[in-house]
């Protein structure tokens, strides 16, 4: 059965609890959080699919400040029952066996968890909830106690969206034109310039894969694009400006260069399904072109510049800026510094230098600050080379200084690459970027 027709077939079960619920409630315009409580005590199935529709569809219709105060009473009204948790950790204490464990679990596990699992069974409920925690997620930055909120909600969304329920899709120009438009509205690592770039992208010497899952048959969950090269490459206008090869020619690729990873939908952060689309992208590609050798990124250090501008700014700099240090980083603020040659010459051997410090030694917590850093090393991949003046566009050059950065797959390293960063907090890297580490520019 499509997911369309089920979702159309909830749709109707839901329209047709429409007069079950009139006649129970008397359809009275109670507020959301109280319509919220009902749906956790009703027990029919048309009537929780209506109520379940109706709770989406007024939350859709508050205004931001009236989002938060909903967010904010989940928070305080949907807590574990204390008296029945007490309860329950007593039983535990006298009789820790298997049963008492799952009744402990069942009392501490907030009701909120168990509102959203019945929301998410209404009428494209899986999208809404994802839009609700996009809107949370907005709001924790100067509400940190909703965290609490975001946590129930994120640990549903990892198992609603465990890699097992998703389904890899190869990208091609004979693919929807309405997937299509939204890969192009949702690329946000090198702007896709119209139809005719978009088609110069999944030509045959490009591949494109996508996430998809059966709850959101239409959306993209995360795309990858990718470049099959001869070698290793450094910058992002090689990839793009590069000629389709002759269809009659020996074209052999030995690199597969994955230079755009997109994360579609907001509501899914911290959902890890990124790591699984690569390694069954590489599977595929391995099995498909036998030629190639190499499986690489070309990334930005989106954090990179931020970073530099706090440390240059900050008294207390772990890097401890010389003051000649200082006057060169200064020309970044200068107007087309790059084209500059002798900026240029001053600026390169300093800003590889540091963004080496960066991508190894900037921390948050025990992982790398920069989060596109945190997930390729995370997914097994090491660091290989940093890239001058590999990204010249307005946003490459504001967040990363311009610097590209290449993480390499090995396929047969991947899972120890992979174990020794999750146990030991190991940055596997190459001797290129050890040799940037062990002598300072002078």
């Known amino acids: 059965m499509k997911a369309s027709s089920l979702r159309d077939i909830v749709a109707g079960f839901a329209a047709a609890g429409l007069e079950v619920f009139e006649r129970m409630t008397g359809r009275r315009h109670d507020s959301l959080v109280s319509m919220c409580k009902r749906l956790l005590h009703l027990k029919g199935e048309a009537s929780t699919l209506f109520l379940a529709h109706d709770i989406l569809a007024t939350y859709n219709r508050l205004s931001r400040p009236d989002r938060l105060s909903f967010f904010k009473r989940l928070l305080a009204e949907f807590m574990p029952d204390p008296e029945g948790l007490k309860q329950a950790i007593s039983r535990y204490q006298r009789e820790p066996t298997p049963s008492t464990v799952a009744a402990l679990g069942a009392a501490a596990e907030s009701p909120r968890k168990e509102l959203f699992r019945l929301l998410n069974a209404g009428p494209d409920g899986t999208a809404s909830i994802i839009r609700m925690r996009q809107d949370l997620r907005g709001m924790i930055i100067q509400n940190s106690d909703l965290k609490l909120v975001d946590a129930d909600l994120?640990?549903?969304?990892?198992?609603?969206?465990?890699?097992?329920?998703?389904?890899?899709?190869?990208?091609?120009?004979?693919?929807?034109?309405?997937?299509?438009?939204?890969?192009?509205?949702?690329?946000?690592?090198?702007?896709?310039?119209?139809?005719?770039?978009?088609?110069?992208?999944?030509?045959?010497?490009?591949?494109?894969?996508?996430?998809?899952?059966?709850?959101?048959?239409?959306?993209?969950?995360?795309?990858?694009?990718?470049?099959?090269?001869?070698?290793?490459?450094?910058?992002?206008?090689?990839?793009?400006?590069?000629?389709?090869?002759?269809?009659?020619?020996?074209?052999?690729?030995?690199?597969?260069?994955?230079?755009?990873?997109?994360?579609?939908?907001?509501?899914?952060?911290?959902?890890?399904?990124?790591?699984?689309?690569?390694?069954?992208?590489?599977?595929?590609?391995?099995?498909?072109?036998?030629?190639?050798?190499?499986?690489?990124?070309?990334?930005?250090?989106?954090?990179?510049?931020?970073?530099?501008?706090?440390?240059?700014?900050?008294?207390?700099?772990?890097?401890?800026?010389?003051?000649?240090?200082?006057?060169?980083?200064?020309?970044?603020?200068?107007?087309?510094?790059?084209?500059?040659?002798?900026?240029?010459?001053?600026?390169?051997?300093?800003?590889?230098?540091?963004?080496?410090?960066?991508?190894?030694?900037?921390?948050?917590?025990?992982?790398?600050?920069?989060?596109?850093?945190?997930?390729?090393?995370?997914?097994?991949?090491?660091l290989e080379r940093i890239n001058w003046l590999g990204d010249r566009s307005e946003k490459g050059l504001r967040e990363s200084a311009g610097l590209l950065v290449n993480y390499v797959y090995d396929r047969k390293a991947v899972a120890r690459n992979h174990e020794a960063y999750v146990n030991d907090n190991e940055i596997v890297r190459s001797q290129a970027i050890d040799l940037l580490l062990k002598e300072r520019p002078q």
Not at 212 to 223: R, S
Not at 325 to 337: F, I, K, N, S, T
Request: charged share 20%; proline share 7%.
């Open 154 to 382: 994120r640990h549903l969304l990892q198992a609603w969206f465990n890699p097992g329920f998703l389904r890899v899709e190869q990208i091609s120009w004979k693919t929807p034109a309405f997937i299509l438009e939204k890969l192009i509205h949702y690329e946000s690592v090198h702007e896709i310039q119209g139809w005719d770039d978009l088609q110069r992208r999944l030509a045959d010497d490009r591949r494109c894969f996508a996430f998809f899952h059966p709850a959101l048959p239409d959306e993209l969950l995360i795309f990858v694009e990718i470049a099959l090269m001869r070698g290793l490459v450094g910058s992002i206008q090689e990839v793009l400006s590069a000629e389709t090869p002759d269809p009659n020619g020996d074209f052999r690729p030995t690199a597969a260069i994955f230079y755009s990873i997109n994360n579609c939908q907001p509501g899914l952060a911290g959902v890890p399904f990124g790591n699984f689309l690569i390694k069954q992208v590489t599977d595929a590609l391995a099995e498909e072109i036998p030629t190639l050798k190499h499986y690489a990124t070309l990334s930005p250090a989106p954090g990179f510049r931020a970073w530099l501008n706090e440390e240059t700014a900050s008294p207390q700099s772990a890097i401890g800026f010389s003051e000649s240090e200082r006057a060169c980083l200064a020309q970044l603020a200068e107007p087309a510094w790059y084209e500059n040659a002798h900026a240029v010459r001053q600026l390169k051997p300093l800003l590889t230098y540091l963004c080496a410090y960066y991508l190894v030694n900037a921390k948050r917590g025990d992982e790398p600050r920069d989060p596109v850093a945190r997930f390729h090393l995370r997914n097994g991949a090491r």
